[in-house]
């Protein structure tokens, strides 16, 4: 296929700056130096313009710092991914009333039922944001039964998603443009992410916008056989548009005292060195009464092991 190239103004056009501040960007070394032609004309690839995109929406998302977007993340299934996006995010809001955003960019929409809305009676969700350029954000936004915590719910109908994101050239920018308008005005100091259990654009689009991320892990044996994959895909992101995330740690979930589970904690650590939570989840049979609940475990018992591992987690959250 041949090579589709963008003039100048085209480019300009699309960031919806001037072509004199795409020259400044380049000739700062903001931005990689481009082909000319004989006439002196720039002429962009795809790829030089993913990379344009992304330092635009970098210096206009992140100007101000105060929102952290945490991406819970691995393609593995079944690690509490879902688990850990509702109780550490109940744990900011009501442990240290954090304003606290989730954002479920699953199509099985776990997190959404998971807070006991039923995706199929809503109007608007998730799969709006991501087929819909500027589609406002605050319209899907809904409260749940934790205070100062709300969410973006998901739809099973985003699995058509991929395909309609596919054909666009901005392919993995659409959450992270979503967000923009709620970041800037620092409408929340957490938005954490559930992210689908497979490296897909989905994935993509939650990587690009997040300025961390959490990388649970279950003790079992492969654990840390996708866990490669993901890390060669941050690599990527980050050499590639040029996206800086930051690994806030793996996190040891549903950890039972076993020789099996101890030795494969011994290896995530050293895998993972200091970028390690030192907070564990126990496997805490109340931590899943909840989840069947609709609730976060502190708001069922705040006492059992799980809401006190979920609480002790925000804390290093806070802190790291
Ligand atoms: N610490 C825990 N103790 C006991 N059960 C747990 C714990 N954490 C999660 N679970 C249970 O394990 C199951 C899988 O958890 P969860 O849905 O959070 O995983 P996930 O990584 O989001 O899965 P998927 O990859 O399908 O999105 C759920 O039934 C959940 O209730
Ligand atoms: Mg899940």
Redesign the pocket.
Known sequence: MEEKYYKSAEVAKICGVSSQTIRNWEENGKIPEVEKNEKGWRFYTESDLLKIKAYFLHKATFKKKQTRIIS?S?Q???????????NLGAALALAHKKKVLLIDM?M?A??TC?LGIDPYTLKSTMYEILTERNFDIKKIIRETCVKNLVIAPAHPRMVEATSFLNSKIDRPFYLRNALRGIVESSDYDYIII?C??QLDLLFANAMLASTDLII?IQPESYALDGVASLTRQIIEIKEGPGHDINLLGALI???KKTNLHQVIIEETQRYFGYKCFKTI????????EA??LKKPVIMHQKRSK?SQ?YLALAKEVLNG
């Open positions: 819970i691995n593995k299934g079944g690690v509490a991914k879902t688990t850990t996006s509702i699953d099985q776990h997190l998971g559930d689908p259990p649970p979930t549903m950890y989840i126990p496997s805490n049979i109340v931590i899943a989840s069947t799980g591992a």
